[in-house]
């Protein structure tokens, strides 16, 4: 049976750097019924889950140079810094954040109200709301068909854990599958498959872990290699992955890192407007639905960082929902 909980002023779904920013700025501005949904068992995911440890993370990405325009910074370091710079900021702050929480619906009420129900069955009563998920969420799918019988032993993302010692085959060319390679290497046989014959579409230091990781003989590589087909062979290793130059390679886990794709049926339900691929957004980044803001990737037209998506979450709290939804303290003050 659902029920709805409290009133929210300020409904904010997904709690990664873009989630976590915009919930800072809110409180910065006097917002106080906050509460933020995320889809993961931590905040900050992705970053979590995807950065080896230790890897740098700096403000400038991929030539990137862009100042923070809000009250949530990051100083060069690694992955562990950044971790505990958002801890701080989820401290500091109170932010209250439901984990393993995932929307799977927002309706906007003729009383101007969002009603927003998620995967346990509970629902939101919200005068706003802001989605700031990543485009992990919904990632690529490959145009073979994956057998049914194979759930459990194929999957879109880390989110599940692998027993250790049982054989990966990471599908993809971009910086995620590098970068679940790299997680995985220390307690899996992994192997990378992808079609192209370089890796182009990931920065140098992905391309330089991974380099060094089959320089070692910790991970195989190959590349301008096609799948054309999965089946179950019943016995372990489950998934059989016939490559288009003939082979037949069997292996526990597949794992698709094939880019991540705008949520558009999430974002449609929601009465989001799309142009093309695009979601409909001003200079705010609000929606054609009144009360309703994107923050983080996607908004950043594939170009994203972790400072763009701060500087969204604090566009959305000031230029947004302070100017014309919500009483903030300093009204039509960009804060500081």
């Not at 300020?10 to 919930?23: D, K, Q, S």
């Not at 509460?35 to 995807?50: A, D, R, V, Y």
């Not at 799948?227 to 992955?241: F, M, N, Q, T, Y």
Request: negative net charge; proline residues 4%.
């Amino acid at each position: 049976m659902t029920h709805a909980t409290r009133e929210l002023d300020l409904l904010i779904i997904g709690a990664g750097p873009a989630g976590i920013a915009t919930a800072v700025e809110a409180r910065q501005a006097g917002i106080q019924e906050i509460l933020l949904l995320e889809k993961g068992p931590t905040h900050s995911f992705s970053i979590e889950k995807l950065y080896t440890p230790g890897k740098r993370v700096d403000k400038v990405y991929l030539g990137q140079e862009i100042e923070c325009e809000g009250s949530v910074c990051i100083v060069d370091g690694n992955r562990e810094s950044v971790l505990q710079a958002m801890d701080d900021f989820v401290n500091q702050f109170a932010l209250p954040i439901s984990f393993e929480t995932e929307v799977t619906s927002i309706d906007r009420q003729d009383d101007g109200f969002f009603l927003v129900e998620d995967n346990k069955g509970l629902r939101y009563r919200s005068r706003t709301v802001v989605i700031a998920i990543g485009v992990y969420g919904r990632p690529n799918k490959p145009d073979y068909p994956i057998p049914s019988s194979l759930k459990g032993h194929t999957h879109f993302d880390l989110t599940q854990d692998i027993p250790a010692g049982e054989s990966i085959l990471v599908v993809g060319g971009g910086n995620t599958a590098l970068e679940y390679v790299a997680f995985l290497y220390a307690d899996h046989p992994v192997t990378l498959a992808y079609r192209g014959s370089h890796f182009t579409k990931a920065n140098d230091v992905n391309r330089s872990i991974l380099q060094k990781l089959q320089n070692q003989g910790d991970a195989k590589v190959w590349t301008q290699t096609d799948i054309g087909s999965l089946r179950d062979a019943s016995e372990s290793p489950r998934v059989e992955a016939s490559f288009k130059d003939g082979r037949t390679v069997r292996f526990d886990h597949v794992i698709f890192a094939l880019g991540g794709a705008t949520p558009h049926g999430f974002l449609q339900q929601a009465g989001v407007e799309l142009a093309g691929k695009s979601p409909q957004v001003d200079h705010r980044f609000h929606t054609n639905v009144p009360g309703l803001f994107l923050a983080g990737d996607l908004v950043a037209a594939g170009k994203g960082s972790i400072v763009k998506a701060f500087n969204t979450g604090h566009k959305v709290v000031w230029d947004g929902l302070c100017a014309d939804h919500l009483e903030c303290r300093i009204p039509g003050s960009k804060g500081s």
